[in-house]
């Protein structure tokens, strides 16, 4: 820890230039007199690997860097150097609590691409998993989230109930985490035997605990006076970030790419886009718990209505796209997640660019946090529910 | 991604309808291939899928109307996309966020084509949350040339140009912040262009940094 000491500096207007406003320019931290800290990369409530450099007047947050790249292992290097196929599980690693949703992506971004399309089986099936994928996803933000806070018990229930999820996944492909569920063109496996019914069952299981995390904290005393107000991100600001997903959605925005371009199956399925008003980290919570019962809502109508057919489509052995370009992308649990491919014609990707969310969404964190406390910036770092393979990929 | 993507192919001419110098030339990323000036035919002529067509609409034909042929519009399985000459690029962005309303810019990335003079191609995905709609725009720039920042137009360019800047050496002028995001600082080369080989590493920063030969 470095502390730098000068009571003469109190303006604290200079000191905090608004970094969306490009008049003012940045001030190097250190030729200020603040107190600056350093938190991470290791520290538990970073959510992996993330280090921000805290400045500080007092406890007061007054502007912070974030250095990432702690994860970096060059993933739109590999993609250039291995097949469309070859490529497909590396995707599973950037996000690794929602596997299946970067698979989505990355598969139908290919596929688009080659101009096939999955069978319509196996976009119920992709829809089933992936919507499954964003409970589990957004169970491991709150337990996470409300253990940074202070709330213990939350992680203790979604860690129980979303293992039921990894169950279901493990007995639908043999994987946990990185399921690699999806291939160019469909899904490699039918779906086995009960399936359905343990889908069915799933869901009978999930919606009353889901009430159970809400019984925990919508209504609790200091739940509330930690994430009210903290953390505000307004409409405008969150749209000039780039932020999507959640975070977007929290702050008024009603957009969702499931409505507004879909893909996969999803204009087949019935469900409301919740939003919330004020932008706080306490509505990014309220708009998560509501999308998880959404998602539910999904589930139920595709797992009832799953066609039967094939669940491969028409595509070569050998994934070969033609020459061109192309930009695909999902709503991931935690925003838009976007593939651009530029393909030369050969059987690897020429340039894949991955449009991570948390990366961008990440970026917010400064405009968030300042003038909050120390503490508040753990809660922020959560509520914005990053995952750093999906940062630094 | 407005439009829907269309149904029924449109079997393509042999060659490209509307060659553009930009289109990797069906060659493998790394092996050596004449400079790419001429478009060639598409190798093998069997599945030569769709081709890029002209986009036309009104926002394209008043900014053809204002810049000519500085700007060529085209549309690709149904995403459609604008090439702009370099110097037209903190203004043309500027136009389309505040009177064509894209307002989210979704993404900037480059692409390294080493062969071509200009070597990387700079590329911003739009969206408009009023329209409902994406499009790209392109431009060509030189290896060790500048381009204008857009930061003062999507406060979310700032990671991403740095992340540009990181992995292909692009600069941005009017970058607040220009520098690595993912590597260290101190690192040498930009492993996305594509004389970086994939195991090669900036050695002596592995030996000073983390005390052993090879990071791998």
Redesign the interface.
């Known amino acids: 820890m470095t502390v730098y000491n000068d009571d003469t500096a109190n303006d604290v207007s200079v000191r905090t230039p608004s970094r969306l406003d490009p008049e003012t320019p940045e001030k190097p931290y250190l030729d200020s007199n603040e107190l600056i800290i350093n938190m991470g990369p290791q520290h538990p409530a970073t959510h992996g690997v993330l280090r921000v450099i805290l400045k500080l007047d007092g406890e007061k947050v007054l502007g912070t860097e974030c250095i990432i790249g702690y994860l970096h292992r060059g993933v739109e290097k590999i993609a250039e150097n291995r097949t469309y196929t070859m490529f497909n599980p590396y995707v599973d690693r950037m996000d690794y609590v929602a596997a299946v949703s970067n698979g989505l992506g990355y598969c139908e971004a290919v596929e688009k691409l080659m101009n096939v399309e999955a069978p319509p089986r196996a976009k119920y099936i992709r829809v089933i998993l992936t919507e499954l994928n964003r409970i589990a996803s957004h169970q491991l933000w709150l337990g996470t989230h409300a253990l940074d806070i202070g709330a213990m018990t939350p992680l203790f229930y979604t860690f129980r109930d979303r293992e039921e999820i990894l169950k279901i996944f493990e007995k639908y492909c043999g994987a946990r985490l990185t399921t690699h569920a999806f291939r160019i063109g469909g899904c490699q496996y039918e779906t086995y035997a009960g399936f359905e019914k343990d889908v069915k069952n799933f869901l009978t299981f999930v919606a009353p605990k889901i009430d159970e995390y809400e019984e925990l904290l919508t209504t609790n005393r200091i739940w509330l006076e930690r994430t009210k107000n903290v953390g505000v991100i307004s409409a405008a600001d969150a749209i000039a970030l780039g932020v999507t997903g959640p975070v977007l959605r929290a702050s008024g925005v009603k957009w969702d790419l499931r409505k507004a371009q879909p893909y996969a199956a999803y204009s087949d399925f019935e469900f409301d886009i919740p939003i919330g008003e004020n932008g706080d980290t306490y509505d990014r919570y309220l708009v998560r718990m509501a999308e998880m019962r959404q998602s539910l809502r999904i589930i139920e109508q595709a797992v009832n209505k799953i066609p039967e057919g094939p669940i491969m489509g028409k595509v070569p052995k050998v994934i070969k796209p033609p020459v061109g370009e192309i930009y695909h992308s999902i709503e991931a649990p935690k925003g838009e997640l976007g593939y651009f491919i530029v393909s030369d014609g050969s059987t690897q990707p020429y340039r894949l660019r991955v449009r991570p969310p948390s990366f961008v969404n990440l970026q917010a964190l400064d405009i968030m946090v300042r003038g909050l406390l120390v503490a508040d910036v753990i809660a922020v770092i959560g509520t914005i529910d990053i995952v750093l393979g999906e940062v630094d990929r | 991604?407005a439009e829907e993507?269309k149904s029924p192919?449109p079997p393509p001419p042999e060659g490209e309808n509307k060659p553009t110098a930009e289109?990797?030339?069906?060659?493998?990323?790394a092996a050596a291939a004449p400079p790419a000036a001429p478009p060639k035919p598409?190798?093998p002529a069997k599945?030569?899928?769709?081709v890029?067509l002209p986009w036309t609409s009104p926002l394209v034909e008043k900014y053809r109307s204002q810049y000519g042929s500085a700007l060529d519009a085209q549309t690709?399985?149904g995403?459609n996309y604008l090439s702009v000459d370099r110097s037209l690029i903190p203004d043309i962005l500027r136009l389309l966020r505040d009177e064509e309303q894209f307002?989210?810019?979704?993404?900037i990335?480059a692409?390294?084509y080493p062969k071509r003079e200009k070597q990387f191609d700079v590329?911003w995905?739009l969206y408009s949350?009023p329209r409902?709609e994406?499009m790209?725009v392109k431009t060509q720039i030189a290896d060790g040339a500048s381009i204008a920042s857009s930061?003062?137009i999507?406060?979310?360019a700032?990671?991403?140009e740095r992340?540009v800047y990181d992995?292909f050496g692009i600069q941005f002028d009017g970058h607040?912040?220009m520098k690595?995001?993912?590597?260290?600082d101190g690192w040498k080369g930009h492993?996305?262009r594509k004389d970086?080989g994939?195991l090669q590493q900036d050695k002596e920063w592995v030996q000073i940094n983390l005390g052993i030969e090879s990071g791998q």
């Not at chain 2, 289109?23 to 990323?29: G, N, T």
């Not at chain 2, 599945?47 to 769709?50: E, K, L, R, S, T």
């Not at chain 2, 690595?180 to 260290?184: A, E």
């Open positions: 991604m993507v192919a289109k990797p030339v069906a060659a493998p990323p598409a190798a599945p030569a899928g769709p890029p690709y399985l995403q307002d989210y810019c979704v993404d990335t692409v390294h590329v995905i949350f409902n994406r790209r930061v003062s999507w406060a979310t700032n990671w991403l992340e992995m607040p912040d690595r995001i993912l590597l260290p492993p996305l970086y994939i």
